[in-house]
């Protein structure tokens, strides 16, 4: 039975793909390049940078070896990779971008993702192999943790075993268990997974260069997205599930510039059943377009019903995830720790949290203010970026769902955040010092600080023209 759903959301997820690509207008490329062509200086820029990050890629590669043993190499190279990132995009906005030069990109672009399937692959993608085997095999993942004994014969041991949190069931939400149901029968293997996974990230690129030819944005400016080393490096490389959330939340936002609203409610509402992360334009395109509203609810209940016996355990996980667990996040920290000040121990999280979504209003109202007569591309980012800054845990995957709107944003400060990610691998320098898995504040910092200030440089004109003094 859980099988069978999921055959039929993975198959759905490929109409909407399929949808989007028919009668788009691929000329729009061709005629974007009319008379254009690359400078001799950038040619030779472009080709020595995209070398250079080639090569910190395969130093990652070819190594036999994580950023868990070897942090100072592992982030070094990365960080290289965000330097060169941000050089290409430089001359992506600013220069006149070739066909050549744009193929170039494109296909050199792709063989680091193809090179980055050789990188070790995270933690998680062990639970999605249980979790789709699991729905082969009918059983509740909310209901039913890893380490329970009904699981020893689904997946080698050694897949078990290096589960995290073996003692918690699923946290993802339907969508993304029927996904991983899909992988699993395709190939239960972690290779298997991250190749399938890697095509995903070939839809999200080829989405994203849709949803900028329908904004008439230069079709070079896919290389902000392709080059990313968020998508190579955690995308692809470590097969995060996120690829799927930024995929479907892409197609909602093309269909919704196109204005078909019955499809891109059915596509936002895939997408916040894929990840939660994405129910943040919900309340916006509610505003925008309520007619539609009725199929968010409708296929929520449809999706979750074949999950119901797990009672509370359908969000247990998910509850326990937001309360108990904080790393790496931009503004917690600094919350945390005037709290940790001048508070009791006991009211510290609950508080750290509530000031948090206190933000996250705030900052919606500013947006919402700010963003009346923004396309949809520009108000996701813009969201998107807001509930990054205001989680307790930022992982770097988590931006994977802000890489697809990252050719529609106005300044810097979010091409600088994701370029920087590469810094979260030097926490591996306290973690092997003290032999356990922890935060440095130093890395924290160092990861969120440049980018903030660039935020708060460039956001300073909004709040003003917004809130003018009296």
């Known amino acids: ?32 390049f009319l008379e254009v062509s690359t400078s001799k200086k950038n040619v030779i820029q472009l080709v020595l940078a995209s070398l250079i990050s080639v090569t ?6 070819l190594r036999d070896t994580s950023w868990r043993e070897e942090p100072e190499i592992f982030s070094l190279s990365s960080i290289v990779m965000g330097l060169i990132y941000l050089w290409l995009v430089r001359v992506v906005r600013s220069e006149r971008i070739g066909r050549n030069m744009f193929c170039y990109l494109v296909m050199l672009g792709m063989l680091q993702m193809i090179l980055s399937t050789g990188l070790w692959h995270s933690d998680d993608l062990n639970r999605y192999i249980l979790e789709g085997q699991q729905i082969i095999n009918n059983y509740n993942p909310y209901a039913i943790p890893p380490n329970a004994s009904v699981n020893h014969n689904l997946v080698d041991h050694k897949i078990l075993e290096r589960i995290n949190h073996p003692d918690m069931t699923a946290i993802y939400p339907p969508v993304s268990l029927f996904i991983h149901g899909v992988l699993a029968l395709i190939s239960p293997s972690v290779f298997g997974f991250k190749v ?15 949803l900028i030819l329908e904004l008439k944005k230069p079709p070079a400016y896919i290389s902000i997205v392709l080059w990313n080393p968020v998508l190579i490096i955690f995308g692809v490389g470590e097969a995060h599930n996120d690829i799927w959330v930024a995929l479907l939340l892409t197609l909602f936002v093309y269909f919704a510039v196109r204005k078909k609203v019955l499809i891109s409610w059915v596509t936002l509402s895939l997408a916040i059943l894929c990840k939660p992360f994405a129910g943040i334009v919900l309340p916006w395109y509610i505003f925008k377009n309520p007619k539609g509203w009725w199929l968010f609810p409708s296929i929520a209940i449809v999706l979750v019903m074949p999950f119901l016996n797990a009672g509370y355990g359908l969000v247990r996980s998910l509850f326990s ?8 996040g ?14 009791p121990n006991q009211y510290v999280s609950t508080s750290v949290r509530i000031t948090l979504i206190i933000f996250l209003l705030l900052g919606g109202m500013i947006i919402w203010k700010a963003s009346v007569n923004d396309n ?78 660039l935020l708060a440089w460039e956001s300073r004109g909004i709040v003003l023209r917004k809130f003018p003094k009296n």
């Not at 910190?56 to 590669?61: I, K, N, P, Q």
């Not at 399938?196 to 849709?210: H, P, R, Y």
């Open 1 to 32: 039975m859980l099988f069978v759903f999921s055959l039929l959301i993975v198959l759905g997820i490929f109409y909407l793909v399929f949808s989007a690509f028919y009668r788009s207008d691929f000329n729009r490329i061709n005629e974007a």
């Open 56 to 61: 910190a890629l395969l130093t990652m590669v």
């Open 196 to 210: 399938l996974t890697g095509l995903g990230a070939c839809l999200l690129v080829l989405c994203s260069l849709l």
């Open 321 to 328: 995830f937001g309360h108990d667990m904080h790393f790496h």
């Open 330 to 343: 931009a503004l917690e920290p600094l919350i945390r720790f005037i709290y940790l000040n001048i508070l």
């Open 376 to 453: 949809l591309a520009n108000v996701s980012v813009n969201f998107i970026a807001l509930l990054l800054w205001c989680l307790p845990t930022l992982h770097p995957w988590y931006f994977l769902i802000l890489l697809p709107f990252l050719p529609f944003a106005k300044g810097w400060s979010l091409i600088v955040w994701t370029s920087m990610v590469g810094v979260y691998w030097l926490h591996g320098i306290k973690m092997q010092t003290i032999g356990e898995w922890t935060e440095d504040p130093v890395v924290t910092l160092l990861a969120h600080i440049p980018a903030l200030i």
